[in-house]
């Protein structure tokens, strides 16, 4: 395995009608063990992370957001997991971002990589959150979003 630690901006886009959006993916090792998970990945060098989250909702389901709109954090974590040949170390920090019921979600931004790995998007509620038997990264993702949904602050 390669070592590897990465500073993580991860994005949850809210609806209006408080459901959060999520990627279905897998583990390239693992493809038969598909999960999901917010969107989000590496701050890039100069990148604030607020910058990366907006970058990021941009390049994974082509919803453009400016970095000053972002609200947060609404969650920090260290979380350590292997993905392909990578044992990865991640600081992630999560931001949401408001969307109207309107979005259009769109994967031709992703690079090949992402495209070859995930496979569906969904926006969840806090009610299937809470009753889905599958898996959702990260696992405190119920309490960060009635956290926004609870929150006057930081939505346009």
Known sequence: MIPVRRFTARALPVDDQGRVLLLHGFDPARPDQPFWFTIGGAREDGETLQEAAAREL?????????????????????TEFTWAEYAITQDQTFFAIRVGDDAVVSFEHMDHLEKDTITAYRWWSVAELESTEEIVYPEDLVAMLRKINSSSTGFA
Do not use: K, L, Q, W
């Open 58 to 78: 941009f390049e994974e389901v082509g919803i453009r957001a400016d970095a000053a709109h972002f609200a947060g954090p609404y969650g920090t974590s260290v």
